[in-house]
C-alpha cells in the first residue's frame, strides 16, 4: 500500500470554477502535510501547510485536514490558467527524524480559459 | 537571501561515468534533504543529511550512490557507474532544523541525462 496516495489526473476544470485535490495517507500519526505546486521543468514550491483537523484558508486556497479519515484536500477558488501545474500532497510521518517528507504521486490540474 | 542552490542544473553522462551533484542550503539552514523524480513520477526521498552527519539513508540504492554534508562546502551526491536508469531530476531541499514546522524548501534540481 503505497504512503500517500493522489489521483493523477488530469483534472481539468473551467477557469473561474472550485478546483478539488484529494490526497489520503497511510500512517495514522503523521502530524503535519504540506501542499506544493510543480510547474513542469521546475521545482516543488510550497502553497499550504496544515497541522490540525479542519480548514485552512490562504487567499484562494483552502486545505483540508481530516486526521481520522487520513485525507487532506486542497480547494482552489477561481481556479485560473495559470494554476495549471501538478500538485503534490506531502506528509511529514510521524516515524521519521526531521522534516523528511514522503509525497504523493501529483495530481495535475488543467485550468481550461 | 538566497535559496537553494544547485549545481549543475544539467548534465549529461555516458553509462559507467560519475556523475556529481551539488546542494548549497538556504543561508541559517543546517538539514538538507535529497529527493530523486522520475518523468512523470513524484518526488521519492533518498537521504537526510546534517552537517558531517547521514540521519537517514533509507531510500538511497544500496550501491552505486552516497551522500555527503561535509562541515564547509556543499552538500554532494554522488552517483558511480551510472545507467541509464539513473536519468532523473534530483532536487535537494533544505530546513533549518528538526522540528521547525516541517517546510522545506526546494532547489530548482539538477537533470541528469544518462546516455
Known amino acids: 500500500q503505497k504512503e500517500v496516495e493522489q489521483n493523477s489526473g488530469p483534472l481539468s476544470v473551467p477557469e473561474g470554477a472550485i478546483a478539488s485535490l484529494n490526497c489520503t495517507y497511510s500512517d495514522r500519526v503523521s502530524q503535519s502535510f504540506f501542499w506544493y505546486r510543480q510547474y513542469s521543468g521546475k521545482s516543488p514550491e510550497l502553497i499550504m501547510s496544515?497541522?490540525?483537523?479542519g480548514d485552512k484558508e490562504d487567499g484562494r486556497f483552502t486545505a483540508q485536514l481530516n486526521k481520522a479519515s487520513q485525507y487532506v484536500s486542497l480547494l482552489i477558488r477561481d481556479s485560473q490558467p495559470s494554476d495549471s501545474a501538478t500538485y503534490l500532497c506531502?506528509?511529514?510521518?510521524?516515524?521519521?527524524?526531521?522534516?523528511?517528507?514522503?509525497f504523493g504521486g501529483g495530481t495535475r490540474l488543467m485550468v481550461k480559459p | 537571501n538566497a535559496g537553494v542552490m544547485q549545481n549543475p542544473r544539467h548534465l549529461v553522462r555516458r553509462r559507467g561515468q560519475e556523475a556529481r551533484l551539488r546542494c548549497s542550503p538556504m543561508?541559517?539552514?543546517?538539514?538538507v534533504y535529497w529527493y530523486r523524480q522520475l518523468p512523470e513520477e513524484g518526488l521519492k526521498f533518498m537521504v537526510y543529511?546534517?552537517?558531517?552527519?547521514?540521519?537517514?539513508e533509507s531510500g538511497m540504492p544500496k550501491e552505486r550512490f552516497s551522500a555527503e554534508f561535509p562541515k564547509e562546502g556543499p552538500s554532494i551526491l554522488r552517483i558511480q557507474q551510472v545507467v541509464r536508469g539513473d536519468s532523473a531530476a534530483y532536487f535537494c531541499a533544505s530546513s533549518p532544523r528538526q522540528g521547525s514546522g516541517g517546510e522545506l524548501f526546494f532547489g530548482e534540481g539538477s537533470r541528469l541525462t544518462v546516455l
Open positions: 543529511l546534517q552537517k558531517e552527519n547521514i540521519i537517514d
Open positions: 543561508k541559517g539552514h543546517s538539514h
Open positions: 496544515i497541522y490540525s483537523n
Open positions: 506531502a506528509v511529514n510521518m510521524g516515524n521519521n527524524a526531521g522534516n523528511m517528507l514522503t
